[in-house]
């Protein structure tokens, strides 16, 4: 007797599997939608790598920047507000200006000017971070669809909206440290790192490579502004902070690079010995937009 298999889902019904997918892309379709026709301003999200892709996002996909400023956490304390108005931030916690630099470089845009934070220079640049971020399809991919960038991923958006209704601004606010002993005990801890010498070999790589950077983007058209930022009294003369600022303007000398000052930045209160309150770090960023670079003198034509 022949056997038969029969099923009890009628013929052409839809898999629950099926459901949940067909469910899944139509409200990822509505999301999209709906960020294409708000796109709200997010400046930070949940925490430092979602901050740091947001920034760099924000350079390559929205409106092409007059200026950008490159740099570590230290020049991240900048508010951009101090900075004026279309000033983007490749300043990336926890990463060496040259992460900066290379994104630039390898996006195509080239804004009118670049502030190049030069106090981290000696620590090593994330190469497969840069290479993540051009990576396909990815890359081309949130150029057409806003909704996949990492501003607009829900935990990010929803936490910039709370920033904004709690404080009315979405950036991040460093307030001055009020408690002496803790400011000490944090100084002490930066002392002990910065009494350290930097790897030669790592410091004279990494200029190499700014040198390269900062010569491409100048043939394109932008102005390089080397600027240093200021860190506690305290530790202004620390072998590793000497070090790196005789290296740089050696690499840089100010007769021919262009410097937000000719001497060292004054000492300024800090929250941990490296890192400037919100307050300070706009006081010296408004400096910048105001250095006026030498225009280079074309060699003499002969006659």
């Not at 007059?66 to 990336?92: C, E, F, K």
């Not at 700014?210 to 506690?232: H, N, Y």
Request: charged share 20%; aromatic share 6%; with cysteine.
């Amino acid at each position: 007797m022949p056997l038969s298999i029969s099923s009890s889902r009628p013929f052409g019904a839809a898999s629950p599997l099926g459901t949940i997918a067909v469910a899944a892309v139509g409200a990822f379709a509505l999301y999209a939608g709906l960020i294409e026709c708000w796109t709200p301003t997010v400046r930070a999200g949940q925490d430092q790598q979602s901050d740091n892709l947001i920034a760099i996002e924000h350079f390559l996909y929205d409106a092409p920047p007059a200026a950008v400023i490159v740099g570590s956490s230290m020049a991240d304390r900048i508010p951009l507000t101090a900075l004026g108005p279309g000033v983007d931030s490749l300043a990336l916690a926890g990463q060496s200006p040259l992460v900066g630099l290379q994104v630039i470089a390898r996006s195509g845009r080239t804004p009118g000017r670049i502030y190049v934070e030069t106090n981290t220079i000696a620590a090593p640049a994330d190469q497969t971070f840069v290479d993540n971020v051009f990576a396909e399809p990815g890359y081309t991919l949130k150029r057409v669809i806003k909704a996949l960038r990492q501003a607009y991923q829900p935990v990010n958006l929803a936490i910039s909206l709370l920033r904004r209704a709690a404080r009315g601004r979405d950036e991040v606010y460093y307030p001055k440290i009020e408690d002496a002993a803790l400011h000490e005990t944090l100084v002490a801890r930066e002392r002990a790192e910065l009494e350290k010498a930097p790897d030669e070999g790592v410091l004279e790589r990494n200029i190499a490579e700014m040198k390269r950077l900062a010569s491409l983007l100048t043939e394109r058209g932008a102005e390089i502004v080397f600027f240093e930022m200021p860190i506690d009294q305290q530790l202004e003369t620390a072998p590793a902070v000497t070090a790196v600022r005789q290296a740089v303007h050696a690499a840089f000398p100010l007769d021919r690079d262009c410097w937000n000052s000719e001497a060292a930045p004054v000492g300024m209160r800090s929250t941990d010995g490296i890192h400037l309150d919100s307050a300070s770090a706009a006081a010296f960023g408004a400096g910048l937009p105001l250095v006026a670079c030498p225009k280079p003198v074309a060699p003499p034509q002969p006659r």
